[in-house]
């Protein structure tokens, strides 16, 4: 249940104070999500310890917890529209340069923090095993299957990337079965196309791994192994560093593994390059 839910759920139950923190909360998700205890009490009118006792009362220990549960219910939820609104009056009078890289910066170091080696092994595993690989990521996670698709196209045999201008993707991937395996990669707004993808191959008892931005992802409640990196709003821009460096370490960590079959791939692929001047060489040779 999200936060939004759980609010409403226990509305009638809570004391006078508490319902005029939910109301601003239920009305203001999208700027509560950034407000802090402080801020928080000022735009409810109640103390910092009643922001505090009412995060408890709905089940999160620390109002930490309770801000990151709103932030990621108004991930899913705002419009482009509000988002640059948001970003932007957040952005205002600073150095926007600083402000986007520090902020990457930070996400990649809070994926680093919630790193699972058990599942992301496991998930390699899987993949190694599989007869056929299949990927997909749209809209702006097209950019991070794309990327993948390229490089697992020089480890292994069969990849299938599907794109945003594939069509219908079930044209793509009706022919899945538990012998292959489905990589769905999404993040806020989740793509309803990719979700679908998802639960059809999950059907067909094909193991699917998830990349996304955290367990209340709908990718998440679908996935066999969930992979998560952290990603969020700035502008209308989805923030994919943290994606992409953990898309990067798959990819490393697979060549790895088939060490022997990537370097001859390579070795054939050295020579056609040079044949057919596939890059230029500034000494002619």
Known sequence: ??????????????????????????????????????QLSQKSGVSEATVVRFSAELGYPKYQHFQKAVLDYAKSKLTNVQRMELAYGRLSGTDIFEKILNADIEKIRTTLSSHNAGVFNSSLDVITKARRIYIIGLRSSAALSTFMGYYFNLIFDDVHVISSSAGDIFDHIHNITENDVMIGISFPRYSKRTINALHYAKQVGAPVIGITDGELSPISAIADYTLTASSDMESFVDSLVAPMSLVNAMIVALGARKKDEVSKTFEKLEHIWREYEVYDNADGK
């Open 1 to 38: 249940m999200n936060v939004i839910s759980k609010i409403t759920a226990a509305y009638e139950s809570l004391s006078k104070s508490h319902k005029t923190i939910a109301r601003y909360v239920l009305e203001n998700f999208d700027k509560a999500a950034y407000l802090n205890v402080e």
